[in-house]
């Protein structure tokens, strides 16, 4: 006699860590669902704590789960999955944490670079320099609302001179998306900074 | 990635992971929803590509 499809449910629920894996590999995609909805908020709420913003949580708690499900056909159970889930959001987490860190170092590096008006700072005027330290802080400011390869192409290409296409090389991607980022992105810090002299007039 | 190497936490770190579950952080359910649906097309062109091929 068929099992109807409440005790299915209920058994599949049931299942353990390895037998829904064993049947996701097999291609089941009911297992599937179980599985992703038993850690789905475990790993997003574990991102989040960490990293204090939804943005960041989201794309940590994908990256986790697309690495998870990519490497499922390597998961031996010599660990449980759920000490190996939580191995690969840990290391998920501490790897954008460090691209931030990077990140910010480099934008107080550009930063600290637009604020210094180079040789001959003597030169200019209590009035002047204090308008070097605003345009600092309004292009540093326009850098952490782009997102970080944005970013870090603007860097490049303005602060170490690299040309468009070892930055292309460099980033992985085509000198036509280097190109049109460079330009959405100086694009904004005109905007800012001509706002900025207009609210300071 | 090796599961020897997913090993290498403290009790405090996975403590941390579990007591994570205390919590209750709202989530966007279409990103939620979306992601899921990525994740099981992933699953599904795995399994197909380790099918063997019946004209072989």
């Known amino acids: 006699m068929p099992r109807d499809r409440s005790s299915f449910s209920a058994t ?21 669902s179980v599985l992703y909805g038993r850690y789905f908020q475990r790993v997003y709420n574990f991102s989040y704590t960490r990293l204090r913003n939804r943005a960041d949580a989201e794309e940590a708690t994908q990256d986790t789960f697309t690495a998870v499900f990519r490497s499922m056909g390597a998961y031996r159970g010599t660990a449980s999955l759920l000490s190996w889930i939580y191995g690969i959001a840990r290391n998920t987490v501490n790897n954008q944490i460090r691209k931030s860190r990077a990140h910010e170092v480099r ?15 003597d030169d200019y005027s209590p009035e002047e320099r204090l308008s070097f330290r605003r345009s600092a802080d309004v292009i540093q400011h326009t850098l952490r609302s782009v997102t970080p390869w944005q970013a870090e192409v603007f860097f490049l290409r303005h602060f170490e001179n690299l040309p468009i296409q070892e930055i292309a090389d460099r980033m992985s991607r085509s000198n036509d998306a280097v190109r049109s980022s460079l330009y959405r992105v100086k694009r904004l810090v005109v905007d800012a900074l001509e706002s900025e002299g207009a609210g300071a007039d | 990635m090796a599961e020897d190497a ?16 205390l919590l209750d952080v709202p989530v966007d359910p279409r990103f939620k929803e979306r992601l899921k649906r990525r994740l099981w097309e992933l699953v599904e062109r795995q399994v197909r590509d380790r099918e063997p091929n019946p004209d072989d």
């Open chain 2, 6 to 21: 997913m090993m290498d936490f403290s009790i405090e770190e996975l403590r941390e992971f579990l007591q994570a579950d």
């Open chain 1, 12 to 32: 599949t629920e049931d299942r353990t860590d390895q037998d829904l894996v064993t049947a996701i590999r097999a291609g089941d995609e009911s297992a599937f």
């Open chain 1, 107 to 121: 934008l107080e590096r550009a930063q600290a670079e637009l604020g210094t008006p180079g040789l001959g700072v």
